[in-house]
């Protein structure tokens, strides 16, 4: 047994946690003995860093950090070989996190209402079925970039689990495609844009 905010889970027998709206800082270490973990649910908290102590949750399948003050990803989430979603709606990522290119396990990726920028074209490695990207700059000066399948989000099934990536109006229906990533950003297709980016404890970043 481990002890989580005053409850104790059985290591072995724990697959989910919801740990939303808990006034989180940081994971608590307990949350990484849950071997067996396969869905975490840490949105709305103050979480600004994820501990590399999170290698060790060998089976986990959904990550969910929406509506938190994460700014990257450690590279040791490599070894999360079951990993298949990620959501990371609400949250201060200037870039994908580099770790996210190798999980090629993963099939569903929300980054909606971030502050990126640009997009490496090693997106081109994962077979993403669902890519929510709406309302970051780069969607700003990008809207040609993108890949154009837009559908209406829900909620939906996925291996008899419920992956709520659908936050924002819009998702990205990738169908194993990756967005078209390789040209520069051109400001003479942008110059109808204007908007101001507030990052909390990092500059503002300018679109013109």
């Known amino acids: ?59 986990l399948e959904v990550l969910d950090l929406h509506h938190n003050k994460i700014y990257d990803l450690p590279y040791e989430m490599i070894f999360l070989t079951e ?14 996190p580099e770790v996210v290119y190798e999980i ?32 970051n700059p780069y969607t700003k000066l990008n809207k040609k970039n993108i890949y154009p399948s837009i559908e209406k989000p829900r909620s939906k099934p996925y291996s008899n689990k419920v992956i709520e990536m659908c936050i924002e109006e819009y998702s990205y229906d990738m169908n194993g ?10 400001e003479s297709n942008t110059s109808d844009t204007s908007d101001t980016f507030t990052v909390p404890n990092a500059p503002n970043i300018k679109i013109a």
């Open 177 to 186: 495609v990756a967005p078209d990533v390789g040209e520069e950003l051109n």
């Open 83 to 96: 990993l298949i979603a990620i959501n990371m709606n609400y949250n201060i990522l200037r870039q994908i």
């Open 104 to 135: 090629k396990t993963l099939t569903h990726l929300a980054l909606n209402n971030n502050y990126i920028l640009e997009i490496s074209p090693d997106i081109s490695k994962l077979q993403l079925k669902k890519f929510y990207i709406e309302n």
């Open 1 to 59: 047994m481990v002890q989580i905010l005053g409850k104790e889970y059985d290591v072995n027998t724990t697959t989910e946690l919801n740990l939303e709206r808990m006034n989180l800082n940081e994971i608590p270490e307990g949350v990484f003995e849950l071997v067996n973990l396969k869905d975490l649910w840490l949105g709305v908290n103050d979480i600004t860093q994820i501990s590399s102590n999170i290698k060790n949750l060998l089976c």
